[in-house]
């Protein structure tokens, strides 16, 4: 029992750590934002959401280009599985009868 108690002691530990990070990170991102006049700090917020938006829509693009590719693969593939079945067909001896 007293095992459990000092994990959960540990992981309160190692949580309260994580948000005093996260709190202290804000806090310089709030910093930067406040040194700058009000109109240029949302502005410059502004620019970067729309930076940000254009990335993202362009690594959409790319995931939709892979899955068209892997596709595009998958059908290929049956192609030549067809072709290859349909050439052994042919090209296969007639049984003796």
């Not at 993202?56 to 049956?78: F, N, T, Y």
Request: some cysteine; overall charge negative.
């Amino acid at each position: 029992m007293q095992e459990t108690a000092e994990s959960e002691s540990q992981n309160d530990c190692g949580s309260n750590i994580v948000d005093e990070l996260s709190d202290a990170l804000r806090y310089i991102g709030d910093v930067s934002y406040a040194i700058l006049p009000k109109d240029l700090a949302h502005n410059l917020g502004d620019l970067k959401k729309s930076f940000l938006t254009t990335i993202r829509s362009l690594i959409d693009k790319d995931i939709e280009w892979v899955e068209a590719r892997v596709a595009g693969g998958d059908r290929v593939r049956e192609e030549w599985q067809q072709r290859c079945n349909q050439d052994k067909s042919e090209g296969a001896p007639e049984p003796i009868v």
